[in-house]
């Protein structure tokens, strides 16, 4: 179904219609800032990324306004990322999206967003942020995969079994 879902999708939104960056360093909200300057109609998604400010200023350099900008910290892992952003990307009808994230890590954030965005009928379009870093490992997609037919088929991602979950549950509170 995740493919027919996909092409429903892309043939709806043919054109991204918001900018969804994986947080992970400042590079990643400066290369999205400079990016999404090209493209002024569409809003801008950060999950958690760096703290709101350090990542406002970066925006507000490259000419991008505050309405414009999301910024939201409750991810605690790539599989999150995803996760906590459908119902915000379903409310406001969002089929496409590009997706940012760095080189090294767009394969596993492309696995997970076609279980789980492919899985709600959005697509995406992938952006990557270059780096000298080495590409993740065959294991960590296969984890966050996993981890993403876990959530399609209960809605829960088993982030709560990471022994770090729980000083991030607290910290975030």
Same mark, same amino acid.
């Given at each position: 179904m995740i493919p027919i879902q996909l092409a429903i999708a892309s043939w709806q939104a043919p054109q991204p219609q918001a900018i969804f960056t994986l947080g992970g360093g400042i590079d990643r909200e400066e290369f999205t800032a400079q %990016?999404?300057?090209a493209f002024p109609s569409l809003d801008i998604w950060v999950s958690s990324g760096v703290p709101s400010n350090l990542a406002r200023p970066v925006y507000q350099n490259a000419g991008i306004t505050d309405d414009r900008l999301h910024l939201d910290y409750r991810a605690i892992d790539t599989v999150t990322n995803f996760t906590t952003f459908?119902?915000?990307f379903q409310k406001r009808k969002i089929k496409h999206i590009y997706l940012i994230t760095s080189d090294f890590h767009m394969a596993r954030a492309k696995a997970i967003a076609i279980l789980i965005l492919g899985s709600q009928g959005i697509t %995406? @379009? *992938?952006i990557v942020v *270059? @780096?000298?870093e080495p590409k993740e490992s065959m294991l960590r997609i296969l984890r966050d995969s996993g981890r993403s037919i876990l959530w399609i088929v209960t809605r829960c991602t088993g982030a709560n079994?990471? *022994?770090r979950y729980k000083s991030l549950l607290y910290a975030s509170r």
């Open positions: %990016f999404a300057s459908v119902p915000e %995406f @379009t *992938p *270059p @780096t000298n079994l990471n *022994p």
